[in-house]
């Protein structure tokens, strides 16, 4: 089963699939993406996925002819042909290439880039053991809430947190307030209410995060949106990060400091069991 | 005379340079650059802009064998092949490409780009008329010491100064301190002073803003860096930016609001045509 991709209207083996140089995803970060996944074969959500990166490209103003129901029939159709059990679709939209200037280009013409590989779920061995995070200042840019490719602080926050031992970084504004993990949304479980932080200009509305605030309320728990601290994060009873491809994973330190009893708690599997019960089921 | 790129190893037209799509410099601006110009012919500052390149690298921890003299001379050959009178040299390193992770690659074999244009100068009608800028909020990450790829920021600034009827951004921080331009250094004539703001986590330590210091004292202008406000824009009795390919652009209005009389002014020809004198002549 080889790896595929899909380059502006074409098909092609993965280790084949290029862009030009001058393309404004390589040279400028100027472009948005998406990550969708399957359960049991199926795109899981890939309306609001999709629907985000439509807003996306909205956001930084990328003029193209997309619809929510043709990339629909794409994921579909990519996920088809990689035969894969279950499928991480990675999709890539920029604003075309061009001679380099920092102007927009006109017209543009955008590169619409897609990358089906198999799904390798979280170890079982991270789900069950949870993890350690460090905190570090949040020194993105300013949009968070667009999901765009720049990721370099986001890549070398990540390694900063392998290099200390750890496996993944919160990032923290100045005040103390949490924002987001490297490649996840960050809920906690204090006095018994389960709190992620609300969202802003520097937090990604996760498609996770969503379900996971609507699977927490339907067994009953006290989930919402609500401003969460360092301070937070240190007197928890739980906390546990949520994306698409890692789901729940709990975690058990910060910054070296035991989270609770420095066990993954019953609540993240809680949450999880229903998530599963809810939506990864066929 | 075809525009020629380069591409780990091989010169090539630059309409078949291509990279893999799963490159981190596309997918997550996991990348830095440098751009270099010719005068009569020959590379401008090249140790400098590679030394700098080099820091870069080292500031994202991109692993590489790579020397300013082996890249001194495949920008040489770059320029020699294109035979531009004069050319712009665009230099991209990025960590390589792998399956998607933002984890570092491991082992990693970095992806280098370089791409030759002739050079466009700056249009005679905006050195001589200046240009209108708008100040607007600093929202990008908070490296900008590292000259990496991700630039959205700087192409949403600078396409909203466009859309406003200017020229070009100039940033501000929270606290009213001005960074940068979008593409360059800013210079501020206050009282017969010459400020440019510090080197800080916020600003490139750029070439053209070197040379332009050390021009200016040459000729006795008292010139250094000094923190700059936008109550400083405002009241300044001249503004210029300097970068690589624009060296000295004269801004007439900031915010609308005209600079000294609204004319270029003075300072910014004689420190242009000084630095001419200095580096521009065979």
Known sequence: LPEIAYVNGEFL???????HVEDRGFQFGDAVY????????????????????LRSMEAIELEH?????G???LVS???RRARFPEA???????????????????????TVVLTVRELMPLSSELR???????????????????????????VLAYHAAKNDGAHDAIFLEADGAVTEATAGNVFVLTGGRLRTPPKSPKILAGVTREKILETARTVGIDAAEGRVTKTDLLKAEEIFLTSTTAEVVPVVSVDRQPVGDGKPGPMAGRVYEQFVRMFAKA
Chains 1, 2 share one sequence.
Request: a positive charge; charged letters at 25%.
């Open 13 to 19: 083996p993965l280790d084949r699939a290029v862009v």
């Open 34 to 53: 998406e990550v969708v996944r399957t359960y049991s074969g199926k795109p899981f959500a890939v309306e609001e996925h999709l629907a985000r990166l």
């Open 65 to 69: 002819d997309l619809t929510v129901d």
């Open 71 to 73: 990339l629909k029939i």
């Open 77 to 79: 159709e990519a996920v």
């Open 88 to 110: 991480v679709v990675y999709l890539q939209i920029t604003r075309g290439h061009a001679p380099r200037h920092r102007g927009f280009p006109s017209p543009c013409k955008p």
């Open 128 to 154: 069950e053991n949870g993890i350690a995070v460090i905190t570090l200042p949040d020194n993105r840019w300013a949009r968070c809430d667009i999901k765009s490719v720049a990721l370099l602080a986001n």
